[in-house]
């Protein structure tokens, strides 16, 4: 830990406050001017600052930046989603996650594409301290980072909360369409919508929404809250009323409904696309009303999850489709091939078409959600 | 939550900052005048702070009271040791826990009785959100308690560090001789010695030392560290090179060896000495060296616990005894009638006695630690 962060700390903070823009305002993605389609990457678990106190840690965030460079080169999305669990804020000794955070996002900012963050349950968990440390005589990577950190030099690192992550990420950063979701529903709180509007219309007609839920977990339980259904349920009935328009959704642990559904994929009773089966499902901890009200509401076409390292599938489920993302981090348990799913929104005809791109630039498991 | 926490926060650093006091400096605990006996209670597990959002958590925390009352007022100990989790800082949405661990040291204050206090496995713990808070439509409880709380009103309550905790105790209490323990042994913090001297003499012979550690839990593994059984071994060796003056130790998870005792004790193979039986050793995570200095040297005599409640047995082990204390909160796990383990020593000829005296007055399991 020969770095100081407490003078990394203060270059961040010197990074320009982001301008007006209303696009970013209103959450409105457009098609680029020409394109027939909206591409959207999906980033899911990054893993961020993994051991820093050896040498493998800072290793696989640079593996991870060339994955996403790989990938934005490749396909030249015209957004990002980050989908959780961009930091195993359990793993390092830091008091401001956003710095590894702002590293898990350079790559996508680099390159001027917007995109949109959601938390996992790793964001804001609190550092633990690895027990094999406290059986040698002495620990030598208790020397504290700094002797600026708050609190002087008391080795303290509690963990940066979701809101000062995200304030962080939407204060330093005019790309960023990520915002707080709505009080009422904190300590939840990547909860909000976002709207693709139509390449042809002055109008901001919307193609399609797109849904950011915060499944919890770090701080509070892996759950998607009865308040946060509520919420769905009031913001899709007041945007789309007659859900003439299609919806898909994302958040970061899969509910209880990818159990069942990879059980029925098991038993041969449904047909799944993806190319990795490699582990059981770790769903929330409860189901409380979203999944009832997904099912039941004909606009939603697909939900996309991270969470699982070793899954990649989509599997149909009633008339809508669960989706996981791709492992895109070299951080996280795994060494399965990384890569992201990415997702096409095409419109007049609307259409929603989703594959996986690897690292090494290959394709696989395209698949057709919606049309 | 009708209480302004901001308020009494404020309030409680009006405390005056505790005057000078060198048997405090020095870690010097005098038998009172004319007395042959110095006599130790020891409080476990008392659990402030429960449920507060709910009528019997602020109950039990009054009925608490009213056992460290009763034993004080019956026992009138010479010194009180506070043997962890005073506080359930998991079950609390508070920003500074030193609120409730401040109720917890009242009754001793009140009466004028020095204190030590070490830490358990909830004083420094993060609240825990209750699942089932997320599954209704709304979280009444999700009011911030006050709007001067740190970084506005969040709702973030990340647990008190230990280091804050210790700190607030000591300068607000001139009767504390709780201290910090060394920095290279953080983040394990409450590791000391206090010298009980003799009665008769002026130059402060030692005729016990105390040994305080800290088990951790809540915030890092619960263990006692190989570097904190090297400052023991080092500590021991300084004040007490000769072993010629006996020595006890306290902390708050049962070590690996308690399971042992237990299972001979079940076995018919070992006399304990106790009324409590009810429960298994909810061990520290590893055994990193301590025991083996504890067994071979011959000054140590005993070794007190809390964190079970449903034990209170004193059993001996090797050369020493090790010892429950009893559950003395109403917080906490178990509805075993509480109380408190006394210790008394003599001086001239030595001896150390112990038994429990329970909330109704009643005295049981007496027992010869040491003579």
Not at 171 to 184: E, H
Not at 286 to 295: F, N, P, Q, T
Not at 335 to 354: H, N, Q, V, Y
């Given at each position: 830990?020969?770095i ?44 961020f ?78 550092f ?12 030598p ?15 303290v690192?509690e ?95 899969p ?60 599997c ?56």
């Amino acid at each position: 830990m020969t770095i100081c962060w407490c003078m990394i700390t203060i270059l961040f903070l010197l990074v320009t406050v982001r301008p007006e823009n209303d696009d970013v305002t209103n959450g409105y993605l457009r098609f680029a001017s020409g394109n027939k389609g909206f591409k959207v990457a999906l980033f899911a678990d990054l893993h961020f600052g993994e051991n820093a106190w050896s040498d493998w840690g800072p290793d696989h965030d640079l593996s991870s930046i060339k994955v996403m460079s790989t990938v934005l080169d490749v396909e030249r999305p015209d957004f990002v989603v980050y989908l959780g669990d961009l930091v195993t804020a359990n793993n390092f000794m830091v008091q401001n996650a956003s710095l590894y955070w702002d590293q898990a996002i350079s790559p996508t900012r680099a390159r001027n594409i917007p995109w949109a963050s959601l938390f996992g349950n790793h964001d804001d968990a609190p550092f633990e301290w690895p027990i094999e440390w406290f059986s040698s005589s002495g620990i030598p990577q208790i020397v504290c980072p700094s002797a600026c950190a708050s609190g002087g030099d008391e080795c303290v690192f509690e963990g940066t909360t979701r809101l000062e992550l995200m304030r962080d990420e939407i204060r330093r950063n005019s790309l960023s369409y990520t915002r707080f979701g709505p009080r009422n529903l904190w300590p939840s709180v990547s909860n909000y919508v976002l709207t693709v509007v139509s390449p042809k219309s002055d109008r901001n007609t919307p193609v399609m929404f797109m849904y950011f839920l915060d499944s919890g977990g770090g701080s509070s339980p892996g759950v998607i809250s009865a308040i946060q259904a509520e919420w769905f349920r009031n913001k899709s009935q007041e945007m789309n009323p007659d859900s003439s328009i299609q919806e898909i959704v994302f958040w970061h642990i899969p509910s209880k409904a990818y159990e069942k559904v990879a059980k029925e994929a098991a038993a041969g009773q449904t047909q799944c696309v993806g190319s990795m089966f490699e582990e059981g499902v770790a769903a929330q901890d409860a189901e409380m009303g979203m999944m009832k009200l997904l099912k039941k509401r004909p606009s939603v076409k697909a939900i996309f999850v991270g969470h699982n390292h070793g899954l990649d599938w989509c599997c149909p489920y009633e008339k809508m489709w669960l989706c996981y993302a791709r492992h895109t981090g070299y951080g996280g348990y795994g060494t399965w091939a990384r890569g992201a799913r990415i997702l096409e929104i095409t419109d007049e005809p609307f259409s929603l078409k989703s594959w996986i791109r690897m690292e090494n630039g290959t394709l696989h498991s395209e698949v057709v959600l919606s049309n």
